[in-house]
Nanobody, 122 residues
């Protein structure tokens, strides 16, 4: 599976962005999809994950309510809607696909996109 993340950019605090993660291949619906973010010098942080059908989601601490993960299996694409953005949300955002347990950990994922930079100005 190859993943291509897009949709990052510069936004003012309080604004919104929607990230997309397009996957190649025909097995997209068999993978849990996740989003992580990373800033220089820190470990990759779990943001959100969604199960195969989209019927179950998980979020990192304090992100639920501002962020929403979704997927469209017909389009082989996962999304991350980010609202009420804060400067501390500034990071490179990565999408990932996996079949493991512990979806909030990087070890659950086998495939990673290249990352898309989100910058939130104050």
């Amino acid at each position: 599976v190859q993943l291509q993340a897009s949709g990052g950019g510069l936004v003012q605090a309080g604004g919104s962005l929607r990230l997309s993660c397009a996957a190649s291949g025909r097995s997209f619906s068999t993978y849990i999809m996740g989003w992580f973010r990373q800033v220089p010098g820190k470990e990759r942080e779990f943001v959100a994950a969604i199960n195969y059908s989209g019927g179950r989601t998980w979020y990192g601490d304090s992100l639920k309510g501002r962020f929403a993960i979704s997927r469209d299996n017909a389009k082989n694409t996962a999304y991350l809607q980010m609202n009420s953005l804060k400067p501390e949300d500034t990071a490179v955002y990565y999408c990932a696909a996996g079949r493991g347990f512990a979806v909030a950990t990087v070890r659950a994922y086998d495939y990673w996109g290249q990352g898309t930079l989100v910058t939130v100005s104050s």
